[in-house]
């Protein structure tokens, strides 16, 4: 229940010591009638057990007030993954609760940092975050609390000013934004989205607080009374990825105050400020994904009850889409990706899909897409090819698509990273493989973060160039990567240049000086065939793919070893 007497003492704490009683008394009686603490008790006894978001849909409900956005932009709250979202805080109360249940509707693993008294509000103890917003130093515990729930992949919401708006000479607008927000998301590496909320008290409060601060402060209950039958209207902005802060090379401060005008700007529908990239599409309904299952041929399960399913493109697919959000989710998260909301082009369209479906979790958890690439050398050319965007390639290329499948696009979501979804995978490759004989060939790109420092990539790239460099001339990146003589010159004193494993082995201390190891289709695929069966036609840098590296690798299956054979093909 609320006690005005006693939130008025906890916070100034000789507030009604240094008063006459005859003051006192009848203050507190006037405190009691500002701030309506009749009729919030009442509502608090007839809510009693009610907490987190339904206790905001009954505060809501009883002051009436809805909310408004443009619906696409509710796509820009991602759902799921860490992320800050940062919003100006015109009301003080109302707009905190209205955002938490817009955001709700995309994602419920919703956390609040609140000051305290925002987390007097006991019902919403689930969703919130206490710090200090007014000049005080936050116990340790709380500050690791926000990072706790970055680490967890929840959603932080944040109200940078720390108070409720001002009227000011452009309008009403937050005081100074506290740097705290920048720090954490800055530390997690988790992206910032603005929302603009757009709302006002009343003009008293507001000439109130031009007077006195503190005054314009026992106001507030008051105004949220006022708000009755309002509507809250809110603006939700692309995110902004931290290495778009990263790279400005402007210092922590300035940056707050260029969030905060590129809120505002946001807000007014004007360009924002930093470069932001659009939030990965919301999930596919789990019934419409099952229902196009059925209609999918299965290959077969794995021990643990998983489906390998091998699907063709179908127009207004909700599986297509499901498995473009994923890609785009899956490869974000190394730095990778189109940055756009899923990531689906033309080729999807006459490639296959082999997707590992858990049926448990109502999940794909991963796929590969693989094209038959005589049929599709025969009917568009070798320019039907996707790798073709990529790598010019010679005539002389088509003999490898007559028994050929052009691979790519494999991902694992991150929810079964570590898990053996990769090698349940390459079964359903085997199993493809072993029902056309045919095939003898295995291509494609396969990617290098450019998240990777300049000299890991460096000492990747040499690695594999030195011992799988093909010298067929068969392909050439419209985009070269290329390592200067001096880093040449020093891959050359690091390894011995004539003994694989043990430069392989130099190559993983070298990459674990950087925390890093060989990405795992580098290293998988190297390991699948005997000498002579793996080769780099050569390396690109794909601009439209994050600016990763591309190393364009041919297999032959007729030199894959026995062990890998009899494990994926059964021969």
Known sequence: MLNVEQVITDRFPDFFERKPRLVAQPLVRFLRMLFNEREINHFLAVNEGVKGLDFIEKVLDYFDLDYSLISKELENIPSTGRVVIVANHPLGALDALALILMISRVRKDIRVIANDLLSSLRPLDELLLPVDNFGGASPKSNIKRIYGALHKEQAVIVFPAGEVSRLRPTGVRDVHWKPGFLQFAK???????????????????????????????????????????????????????????????????????????????????????FA???????????????????????????????????????????????????????????????????????????????????????????????????????????????TATLFKLDPSFSQYCMQGLELGRSFIQPTFWGSRALDY?????????????????????????????????????????????????????????????????????????????????????QLSLFNLTVPTLYKQYTEFCEEGGVEFLGFGIDTQFSDCVDGLILVDLTKMKATKRKRYIGE
Not at 440 to 457: C, D, I, M, N, W
């Open 425 to 509: 995978l390459w079964q359903g490759l085997g199993a493809y493989v072993k029902h056309h004989p045919d095939v003898r060939y295995l291509f494609g790109p396969v990617s290098l973060s450019a998240r990777y420092p300049t000299h890991a990539r460096d000492l990747i790239v040499y690695y594999f160039s030195h011992y799988y460099g093909s010298r067929l001339n068969l392909a050439e990146s419209y985009n070269p990567y290329r390592i200067s003589l001096s880093t040449q010159q020093e891959c050359r004193s690091i390894f011995s240049g004539d003994d694989a494993k043990a430069d392989y082995q130099e190559l993983k201390h």
């Open 187 to 273: 530390r997690t590496a988790s992206p910032i989205v603005p929302v603009y909320i757009d709302a006002k008290n009343s003009p008293l409060f507001y000439g109130v607080s031009m007077l006195s601060k503190p005054l314009a402060a026992l106001l507030l209950v008051r105004e949220m009374f006022r708000q009755r039958k309002n509507t809250i209207g809110f603006r939700v902005g692309e995110a902004i990825p931290i290495h778009a802060l990263g790279e400005s090379g402007i210092n922590h401060k300035a940056l707050v105050k260029m969030l905060r005008k590129h809120l505002y700007r946001m807000g007014q529908g004007r360009p924002g400020i």
């Open 276 to 386: 932001t990239e659009k939030s990965i599409a919301h999930p596919e309904s789990r019934q419409a994904l099952k229902s196009e299952l059925r209609e999918a041929e299965c290959l077969g399960s794995t021990v643990d009850g998983k489906q390998i399913i091998l699907s063709d493109w179908k127009a207004d697919s909700s599986f297509i889409r499901e498995i473009g959000r994923l890609r785009e989710l899956s490869f974000r998260k190394v730095g990778e990706g189109t940055g756009l909301r899923r990531d689906v082009d033309s080729y999807d369209q006459y490639y296959k899909h082999l997707v590992l479906w858990d049926d448990e979790a109502l999940e794909i958890a991963g796929a590969y897409r693989f094209g038959e690439t005589r049929s599709i050398v025969e009917s568009k050319g070798l320019s039907g090819l996707y």
